[in-house]
């Protein structure tokens, strides 16, 4: 039986299960005790090393090469690593390869993780060539828990928590900011600069890649975005915004100047402007060092798509690719062929409805995902969401939920409170 084949059989026997064991009657009766939210089923993490994450990992000739080796295991912890080809350096202190390649091909290069312990190993295979997210992208995204209010502090918060909580040490990388933190057009390119919730966004980048982790971002081909904030196109060839010109938006410019103004108007602006923006959006983008591109509209089109495509590959820099808000499947091969993951849902919710509709539609969009193309069903609705409230799910069902996201072939991304532990 081939790989595809039994994580089919795999996901129609938990999804019979989850409806014989949490769609019925008594199910939806049944309480939240206090010991089962406390409940940990996974065990203890073991103080020996054991590297983690991804055994493939492929860059574009002559781009930024940024890749952290996954280790778990007690700290302090000392990495080494043989046939590292040239152009390529490792901080034995945090296992982040950084440099450039130049000459497509593949390398061999076996990885070691030691500390008081004992020490492991394990061959990680490079290759140099035009596929990137060779594996599917595992991160963070700032929506779920902060809607548009995300901010500069925030999105830092949640980074040194991935670092702190151990995720990192498992192969999750992405730190990435949803829509809400575009300000008005200019710099260089005259490209979207961030509004002050984020007021040196290159910093915070850097402070992100410093850690190993990789950092996205947000946008779209219309001239406005879902949440009413500056799109990548617009209808003034100068880059400029009928609403900013004429003052119609909050101190962060997005649109309206009342909540009732706001729902009113942003919608008007859901569709392509006449001049489009997106080589500037993308070049200030690689100058900041941007490493993923969540691409938001709908109908997701296959000739906007190959646009973005084309701007980020001559980017210099390797972005991840992300349609958003969703792929038709009848243009499935199109999504595979030009991007890197695609969503192949509406948003999801955190109901369980929402889940079941979901799950039940993946599994045709499995033959379409493979290295350097993968699936999309949406973040992972759970934990604390939209600002304040917790999901609603049982312990079980959360459980249920990060075993149908291992099950597909796609990425995955949390999208909660991601805090750092309190200092001691």
Same mark, same amino acid.
């Given at each position: 039986?081939t ?9 129609? %026997?938990? &999804?019979?299960?989850? %409806? ?19 409940? /940990? ?50 901080? &034995? ?17 076996? #990885?070691?993780?030691?500390?008081? @312990?004992?020490? *492991?190993?394990? +061959? ?33 918060? *949640?980074?040194? *928590?991935?670092?702190?909580?151990? %995720? ?11 829509d ?7 710099g ?14 290159k910093?915070?980048?850097?402070? #992100? $890649? ?18 009413? =904030? ?17 003052g ?5 410019f997005?649109?309206?100047? &009342?909540?009732?103004d ?6 008007? $602006? ?12 993308v $070049? ?10 969540? =691409? ?22 390797? !972005? ?16 595979a062929?030009?991007?890197?993951t695609? /969503? +192949?849902?509406?948003?999801?919710s955190?109901s ?5 509709? !979901?799950?039940? /539609?993946?599994?045709?969009? *499995?033959?379409?995902a493979?290295?350097? $193309? ?26 249920? !939920? ?10 995955? +991304? ?6 750092? @532990?309190?200092?001691?």
């Open positions: 039986m790989t595809i084949a039994m994580k089919r059989t795999i996901l129609v %026997l938990l &999804s019979a299960l989850m %409806l014989g064991s949490s769609f019925g009657p008594a199910a939806r009766a049944e309480p939240v005790s206090p010991a089962s939210a406390r409940e /940990r089923l996974t065990p203890a993490e073991s103080p020996f090393p054991r590297i983690n994450g991804a055994q493939v990992f492929g860059a574009r000739p002559g781009s930024p090469f940024l890749f952290t080796i996954a280790a778990s295991g007690e700290r302090p912890m000392h990495f080494a690593a043989r046939d590292l080809p040239a152009g390529l350096i490792l901080d &034995s202190e945090t296992g982040c390869l950084t440099g450039t390649l130049a000459i497509p091909g593949e390398h061999r290069v076996l #990885v070691q993780a030691t500390n008081t @312990r004992g020490s *492991a190993e394990r +061959t990680l295979r490079i290759v140099i060539g035009e596929q990137i997210a060779l594996t599917p992208p595992l991160g963070w995204n700032s929506w779920n828990c902060w809607g548009d209010i995300a901010s500069q502090d925030k999105v830092l918060s *949640a980074a040194r *928590a991935m670092v702190d909580k151990g %995720l990192r040490d498992h192969g999750w990388t992405y730190i990435n900011i949803d809400g933190w575009q300000g008005v057009r200019g260089a390119f005259n490209a979207i600069q961030p509004n002050s919730r984020f007021p040196n966004l910093a915070l980048i850097d402070s #992100v $890649h410093a850690m190993g982790l990789k950092f996205g971002i947000y946008s779209t081909p219309w001239r406005g975005s879902y949440a009413g =904030y500056v799109g990548s196109s617009c209808d003034q060839r100068d880059g400029s915004y009928d609403w900013i010109k004429a119609r938006h909050n101190e962060f997005r649109i309206g100047t &009342s909540e009732k706001w729902s009113d108007v942003r919608a008007q $602006h859901w569709r392509r402007g006449q001049f489009p923006f997106i080589s500037a959006d $070049h200030q983008w690689a100058v900041w060092g941007v490493d993923y591109l969540k =691409y938001d509209w709908y109908p997701n089109d296959s000739p906007q798509v190959n646009e973005i495509a084309t701007a980020l590959r001559t980017s210099g820099r390797d !972005i991840v690719l992300s349609p958003s808000n969703k792929a038709p499947y009848g243009q499935a091969a199109e999504w062929r030009l991007a890197n695609w /969503r +192949t849902t509406w948003d999801i955190d369980w409805e929402s889940l079941r509709w !979901i799950g039940f /539609r993946q599994d045709r969009w *499995a033959p379409y493979g290295p350097g $193309h993968w699936n999309d069903p949406d973040m992972l609705a759970v934990g604390r969401v939209m600002r304040v409230q917790p999901t609603p799910y049982q312990p079980d069902r959360r459980r249920t !939920i990060h075993a149908h996201q291992s099950l597909v072939p796609a990425g995955s +991304t949390v999208a909660y409170r991601l805090r750092s @532990r309190p200092t001691r």
